[in-house]
């Protein structure tokens, strides 16, 4: 069957470029002549137009999540110029998913910010433990060295009640 001087089969090939206006222009028409007058080469076109017009939408979501994280991200640490600060704090005024990102992105970074503290705090910790043993330990030295001298100081004894 030729329609627009090409057969069905001929189309086939031809309908990726065409969506993608990958043709030359006697082409795109030749091409554009058969689908008018084939219902099963226009209704192949037409599903691959919607997947390809879905899966852009989904490329421009991406692409809108990372740019919008990206700037999210730079507003937190300070590392943008006054103009993007101040695009960045309008969009997060207005666009829901800018306040929602935001708000996340906080969460995880007092997340972060605890997580190190209490790193920190347990090496204290450890180290307040370390001093309190070596304490305990000196003054069971000390209470050990009074008690075998005390018999030969009494008056010592007061002093000895101190430590016991
Ligand atoms: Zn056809």
């Given at each position: 069957m030729l329609k627009g001087n090409l057969n069905c089969s001929?189309?086939?090939?031809?309908?990726?470029r065409y969506i993608n206006f990958d043709l030359k222009r006697s082409d795109m028409a030749r091409v554009a002549i058969h689908l008018r007058n084939c219902p099963k080469?226009?209704?192949k076109y037409s599903v691959i137009l919607k997947r390809k017009n879905e899966l852009r939408k989904v490329f421009?979501?991406?692409e809108k999540k990372l740019?919008?994280?990206?700037?999210?991200?730079?507003?937190?640490?300070?590392?943008?110029?006054?103009?993007?600060?101040?695009?960045?704090e309008a969009m997060i005024i207005c666009d829901e998913d800018y306040k929602n990102e935001l708000n996340l992105m906080n969460l995880i970074k007092e997340?972060?910010?605890?997580?190190?503290?209490?790193i920190i705090n347990?090496?204290?910790?450890?180290?307040?433990?370390?001093?309190?043993?070596?304490?305990?330990?000196?003054?069971?030295?000390?209470?050990?060295?009074?008690?075998?001298?005390?018999p030969l100081f009494p008056r010592l004894r007061r002093e000895?009640?101190?430590?016991?």
């Amino acid at each position: 069957m030729l329609k627009g001087n090409l057969n069905c089969s001929e189309i086939n090939k031809y309908l990726i470029r065409y969506i993608n206006f990958d043709l030359k222009r006697s082409d795109m028409a030749r091409v554009a002549i058969h689908l008018r007058n084939c219902p099963k080469c226009m209704e192949k076109y037409s599903v691959i137009l919607k997947r390809k017009n879905e899966l852009r939408k989904v490329f421009i979501e991406i692409e809108k999540k990372l740019r919008m994280q990206n700037e999210i991200s730079s507003y937190i640490d300070n590392e943008c110029d006054k103009e993007s600060k101040f695009i960045t704090e309008a969009m997060i005024i207005c666009d829901e998913d800018y306040k929602n990102e935001l708000n996340l992105m906080n969460l995880i970074k007092e997340k972060i910010e605890r997580t190190k503290e209490e790193i920190i705090n347990n090496k204290k910790t450890n180290y307040t433990q370390k001093i309190l043993a070596k304490e305990r330990r000196k003054k069971f030295e000390r209470i050990k060295f009074l008690k075998k001298i005390i018999p030969l100081f009494p008056r010592l004894r007061r002093e000895f009640a101190k430590f016991v």
